[in-house]
């Protein structure tokens, strides 16, 4: 650990990581640093003073980001299929509507699969 960074033991199997240089946050379960089988998170490297609007839309935990930070797809790595945000609610449905809104938040970022 380096100065200026802190890092705790998460339960599944992943070391979250704070660093007070940059006001950034990595390697967190809510923050897409996950795997369910196939199914792998983006692990995205949070900036918490950012001004850019871009840290928590829809599928920058679960989906593709481009090179430039921008949403490519709500699709997590490893899932089958080519789906948008609405198409979520088809498996999901108990967490997501078909608009794409996030209709329980506790299911939402709960470390399990919910359909």
């Given at each position: 650990m380096?100065?200026?960074?802190?890092?705790?033991?998460?339960?599944l199997?992943?070391?979250?990581?704070?660093?007070?240089?940059?006001?950034?946050?990595?390697?967190?379960?809510?923050?897409?640093?996950?795997?369910?089988?196939d199914?792998?998170?983006?692990?995205?490297?949070?900036?918490?003073?950012?001004?850019?609007?871009?840290?928590?839309?829809?599928?920058?935990?679960?989906?593709?980001i481009?090179?430039?930070?921008?949403?490519?797809?709500?699709?997590?790595?490893?899932?089958?299929?080519?789906?948008?945000?609405?198409?979520?609610?088809?498996?999901?449905s108990?967490?997501?509507?078909?608009?794409?809104?996030?209709?329980d938040?506790?299911?939402?970022?709960n470390?399990?699969?919910n359909?």
């Amino acid at each position: 650990m380096e100065f200026g960074e802190f890092t705790y033991p998460d339960s599944l199997g992943v070391n979250p990581n704070y660093n007070l240089m940059d006001n950034t946050c990595s390697n967190t379960y809510c923050h897409g640093g996950f795997k369910f089988g196939d199914i792998v998170g983006n692990n995205r490297t949070v900036t918490w003073n950012s001004t850019t609007n871009k840290e928590a839309e829809c599928g920058t935990c679960h989906g593709e980001i481009d090179a430039d930070g921008n949403l490519v797809t709500p699709l997590p790595t490893g899932h089958f299929g080519n789906y948008v945000i609405n198409d979520c609610a088809n498996c999901h449905s108990s967490v997501v509507n078909s608009d794409g809104v996030i209709i329980d938040k506790i299911k939402h970022i709960n470390k399990e699969k919910n359909f």
